[in-house]
């Protein structure tokens, strides 16, 4: 999870509560601890990671879930952000779960969380976040749009130069890609991919360190950047 981040530019302290956001929920360390060896900003965004992870989503409104996060991260979009790329990472490999919890997930993903990555300007995760969510809550209807993707790709008047026999992030052989429990090709990286998020082609360091002084309706100016 930390390894999004990092590929979207975020700046050490993000990327060092990233590392720690469970320690507090999950183990016996304490927010003091924390403040102790990484500082009061890091204890800051774990601390606002940890009531995140609280937040009941529900079936409650759009708005109203929104307003229950900001008031959880009290405004930090770096909050969000590192919730963003844990469930990221989650989704990747949810592949392990039960397919009830699959679609359960995914549905909240659907609703709440692709939503908030829109606001926020970070297409890198929204659109991997939408094809993950699309082919667990519609396998067959995603498999079908595979096969049309990649027979249209191997039309000889395609002007794509990428090959359907590749991945279409690292161009290894289509029997590393990942499946899922179902059979189906996932849109994770495949298992040779050298790295394990999405990738931009914008530059991002200076927009995501820029974050702490930015209100979660403005508009990031890497908003536009598409994955490579």
Known sequence: MT????ELGAETTTLTASLLHDTVEDTEVTLDQVREQFGEEVRYLVDGVTKLEKVDYGAAAEPETFRKML??????????????????????????????KQERIAKVTRDVLIPLAERLGVQALKTELEDLVFAILHPDEYAHTRDLIVRNAARADDPSPRSPTMCARCSASPTSVPKSSSGHATSSPCTACPA?????????????????????????????????
């Not at 999405?198 to 508009?219: D, E, I």
């Open 71 to 100: 008031v959880a991260t009290g405004n930090d979009v770096r909050v969000m952000s590192i919730k963003l790329a844990d469930r990221l990472h989650n989704m990747r490999t949810l592949g392990v779960m039960r397919p009830e």
């Open 3 to 6: 390894l999004i981040l990092a």
């Open 196 to 228: 394990s998020a999405a990738r931009c082609a914008a530059p991002t360091s200076a927009a995501f360190s820029s974050w702490s002084t930015r209100t979660p309706t403005a508009t990031a100016s890497w908003a536009s950047c598409t994955p490579v």
